[in-house]
C-alpha cells in the first residue's frame, strides 16, 4: 500500500505562504536539495493543487536544459518527468494531459485507490488547499516539515480545516546550517 506524504515549508509560526501567496521567505539551497531529494527519488508520483501543479508545469519539464541548469534542475526535472502526476482541481476537470491524472470530486475514495493500487509512496509538494483538503480526510500518512526560521504574522496556514484529532509520531529531525529544521512525523491514527 503507497503513503501519502507531505512535503512543506513552513515559517516558525506556522504559516506556509505570505497572506498574497509569497513564498520569497523559504530557504532552499544544495543542502536542502541533497537531504530531500534522496527522499524524494523514492516516490512513484507525485500529487499537486492546481496553482502548484501550474507552477510547476511552467518550469521542471526543462529545467534540465538549460544552460545554467544545476544538478538539482538536472535531477529533479528527471524524475520529475518520469513520476505519474495527480492534480486536485475542480476546475481542470476533463483536461486531459500526459501522465497526468485530475481528481475533481470524491476525493477520498480517489486517493484511497491509489493508495491501495501499488506500493510506492505519493509525494504532496507544498499545495496549501490540496493539503488541507487531504488533512481534513485524514488522508496523509507522514509530514515532512521544513520549518524556516522567520516568523510571517499572518498568511496560509500549514493547519486548516482539520474535522477530528490526528495523532503523529516524530520519526526523526534535522538541522540545516541555514538554521532550517526538518520534522518527520508520521501518522499514528486518527482518535
Known amino acids: 500500500m ?13 504559516f506556509v505562504a505570505g497572506p498574497n501567496g509569497e513564498m520569497d521567505w523559504i530557504h532552499v539551497d544544495e543542502e536542502l536539495f541533497d537531504y530531500s531529494g534522496q527522499r524524494i527519488d523514492a516516490a512513484n ?22 544552460p ?3 544538478k538539482h534542475d538536472i535531477d529533479h526535472s ?3 518527468n518520469k513520476v505519474e502526476k495527480i492534480v486536485l ?19 477520498t475514495e480517489a486517493i484511497g485507490a491509489l493508495k491501495e493500487s501499488q506500493n510506492g509512496e505519493i509525494v504532496i509538494f507544498g499545495s496549501p488547499g490540496a493539503a488541507h483538503s487531504l488533512m481534513a480526510e485524514g488522508l496523509i ?26 495523532a503523529l509520531r516524530l520519526v526523526n529531525s534535522h ?14 491514527g486518527n482518535e
Open 2 to 14: 503507497r503513503k501519502l506524504v507531505l512535503f512543506m515549508h513552513v515559517s516558525l509560526d506556522g
Open 45 to 66: 508520483m507525485a500529487l499537486y493543487g492546481r496553482t502548484t501543479y501550474e507552477m510547476m508545469q511552467s518550469y521542471w519539464p526543462t529545467a534540465a536544459e538549460k
Open 68 to 70: 545554467d541548469a544545476t
Open 78 to 80: 528527471r524524475w520529475y
Open 89 to 107: 482541481s475542480r476546475t481542470m476537470q476533463g483536461i486531459h494531459l500526459p501522465n497526468t491524472t485530475i481528481i475533481s470530486e470524491n476525493l
Open 141 to 166: 500518512d507522514e509530514y515532512w516539515l521544513f520549518v524556516n526560521p522567520i516568523l510571517l504574522g499572518e498568511g496560509i496556514p500549514v493547519f486548516a480545516d482539520i474535522q477530528q484529532k490526528i
Open 175 to 188: 538541522v540545516f546550517s541555514s538554521g532550517v529544521v526538518c520534522l518527520h512525523y508520521e501518522r499514528i
